[in-house]
């Protein structure tokens, strides 16, 4: 496994360690105190969390598995995206209380999605798959409203919005612009797409991957030469390869 996707699964199995710990305590502190908290009442709590544990570890040893199989695990899916939605604010609580840069762990994060979502060896047909990009990638300048509709875009070669449409129309799939998760949702929501490519940076990509449940998304970083969200650039053959990745059955 790469130390990228290490990092993250590490912090997972940390913040649920931390959290049975917390739990093993409080059982502790209240389990002696029979005047206090009914004993019936404390053991059937000890019971669900223990429950809830235990399918949260699975979710993470599911997500392990599947990276070292590479391959996916489809009686698995639900529990390692479950434990991977509930576990990842506490992952970047406990990558925060070591010193972890959020940046780092959101990388790490996406990097898990990515492979889990390559391990599915999807092999969809181009015209289901939408790339979903940001506007920051436009010009900055440009006065055309690619994101009412990226054809509005005149190919004038000073950013890479016309290299993505050559893209896109090679291989017919659906290309969009959004201003944030409000218009990315509501393309997702008229094109039903099969799987998205989004674009985006580290903070956008991990909370649209996170929103869009089990829609699979492959995130690819942009770059930010000017700083953030402005003329922000991204590697096109990366898309390509991301295109591919779903279109031809994994990587
Ligand atoms: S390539 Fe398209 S979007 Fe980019 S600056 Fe030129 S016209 Fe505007």
Request: charged fraction near 20%.
């Amino acid at each position: 496994m790469q130390a990228k996707k290490r990092l993250y699964i590490g912090l997972l199995s940390v913040s649920l360690i931390m959290v049975i710990g917390i739990a093993a305590l409080v059982w502790y502190l209240f389990a002696n105190r029979e005047a206090l908290v009914n004993q019936v009442v404390l053991l059937s709590l000890a019971l669900i969390a223990a429950v809830i544990f235990a399918i949260l570890g699975i979710g993470i040893l599911g997500i392990v598995i599947m990276i070292i199989r590479s391959k996916t695990v489809p009686s698995l899916e639900n529990l390692t995206q479950w434990a991977n939605e509930m576990l990842f604010p506490l992952a970047l609580l406990t990558g925060k209380f070591f010193g972890i840069e959020k940046e780092k762990i959101l990388k790490s994060y996406i990097s898990v999605n990515n492979y889990l979502v390559g391990n599915k060896k999807l092999a969809l047909r181009t015209q289901d798959i939408m790339i979903l990009l940001p506007h920051c990638l436009q010009n900055s300048e440009c006065k055309f409203k690619i994101t009412v509709d990226v054809n509005n875009c005149k190919n004038c070669g000073k950013c890479k919005i016309s290299d993505l449409r050559e893209l896109a129309e090679r291989y017919r799939v659906k290309l969009r612009v959004a201003t944030g998760g409000t218009l990315a949702r509501k393309w997702i929501r008229e094109n039903h797409p099969k799987a998205v490519i989004a674009i985006a940076c580290e903070r956008d990509l991990s909370s649209g991957i996170q929103d869009t449940g089990e829609l699979p998304v492959l995130g690819v970083l942009n770059c930010r030469p000017n700083g953030p969200c402005v003329n922000t650039d991204v590697d096109v053959a990366e898309i390509e390869k991301a295109l591919l990745t779903i279109s031809k059955g994994g990587f």
